[in-house]
DNA sequence: TAGATTGTTAATCGATTAACAATC
DNA sequence: TAGATTGTTAATCGATTAACAATC
């Protein structure tokens, strides 16, 4: 099992780039453009790809639209990724109505809070009490949970989540959460990415240049 | 100048911890308390402190309210940090009412929009036409902005944020943005943290266990 | 002083890259 | 075949960790 974050984001970004060489009206490739197009080396993208099994034609490259459906069979694109959201207050709300996900093949397709000012099963997206979580998560099968509760409900709210199933969560809540389960916890904290943002700017002032801290999604 | 991202973030959660540490009472601490409570190595600690010239007593360890004042001023925490959004849509509202951001010494000062039916003067946090961004952030002399527009419109945006005379920017749209000037850009990407996610869970399913992705955010 | 902790150097570890034999 | 590209091994690079001399 590859454990690698940065390796698999790349296996995204090669994904994107060769629906675009697609577009284009190619049908395949050589390590060499695909790197260019991604913004790593030849070397990186083979390795990559023997790290999954992956293999080309010694002189011929590599077919598109087979190494497409890899990619997307590696990264679970080639089904349809139902996701829960507990907590529609503001950032869970907008998580709801964006756009991004569906383009991605991945539907939220239900949110749950202890409001219930803030619950309507009749929404696009339902809103549902936490209580009714676990069998929802239960009946309808989900693996992958958001959690976009305040700070204080975040644990609280991934022990439901673990107890109903779910095998992976998206945390935005700025804290240390324990993991009891066999489940996967990937925190964005937009807090600190903002603060460690202030950190470059401040510290580029004196030695000017032009910097960019995550690679590009392309 | 430290460019390590991953080192500038330890910086935040030893901060962080110092906070809870001094509201124990505590007024000094060792290089090992302090990785214990961060979940690195004391050598870690040190390591990362003398980066930044920080120095402790050889028995004594490093005082803590020295300390915070130290890491608060590397972080650029010592001042008000005024931040401008650029598309008031879903994600945009939601951070404009984020409330963990002013715990943190951000403060979302103005959001800018090219819907018109957006803007709103005299809301708690104004939102201005897009073509007011240049002279609003000239005059209020702002270096951070965070774009939330839809994905067509963020290289532009950036572009008009650049003339503007940003320095930093916390990207949320899902694009390689041509960064001209000397401006740091973070991007942030929903789509592609969930579909990491989506392939650790799936890559677990064979080989049991517990993963956490991000490194805890104390 | 004896004991404990820092600050730093050297070793280790993991990820990326260069190089090249295999081969289409 | 000659030439070009893969797949993989070895070298490099950067970050983390172990170890220990300096010293309070």
């Given amino acids: 099992m590859v454990t690698n974050k940065n390796c698999i984001l790349r296996?995204?970004?090669?994904?994107?780039?060769l629906y675009r060489f697609k577009t284009l009206g190619f049908h395949k490739i050589f390590s060499d453009y695909l790197a260019d197009a991604v913004g790593v080396t030849?070397?990186?993208v083979r390795k990559d790809f023997s790290l999954f099994g992956i293999?080309?034609?010694?002189?011929?490259?590599?077919?598109?639209?087979?190494?497409?459906?890899?990619?997307?069979?590696?990264?679970?694109?080639?089904?349809?990724q139902k996701v829960i959201i507990a907590g529609a207050g503001n950032l869970g709300s907008a998580l709801m109505k964006y756009k991004n996900f569906e383009k991605e093949g991945i539907?939220?397709?239900?949110a749950f809070d202890i409001d219930p000012s803030k619950r309507n099963p009749k929404f696009p997206i339902p809103v549902f009490a936490l209580e009714e979580l676990e069998e929802f998560v239960k009946t309808n099968e989900i693996k992958i949970g958001i959690i976009?509760?305040?700070?204080?409900?975040?644990q609280h709210t991934l022990d439901i989540m673990i107890r109903a199933g779910i095998k992976g969560v998206l945390n935005f809540a700025p804290m240390q959460l324990k993991n009891a389960g066999d489940c996967v916890v990937n925190n964005v904290n937009l807090e600190l990415e903002l603060e460690n943002l202030i950190y470059f700017v401040n510290a580029m002032q004196k030695s000017a240049g032009v910097i960019t801290l995550n690679d590009p999604l392309i």
């Fill in 11 to 17: 296996l995204s970004r090669y994904k994107n780039a």
């Fill in 107 to 110: 539907k939220i397709v239900a």
């Fill in 55 to 80: 293999s080309g034609n010694k002189r011929g490259g590599y077919q598109i639209d087979a190494l497409i459906i890899k990619l997307n069979d590696i990264l679970g694109k080639n089904e349809l």
């Fill in 148 to 154: 976009s509760v305040p700070d204080i409900a975040a």
């Fill in 42 to 44: 030849s070397a990186q």
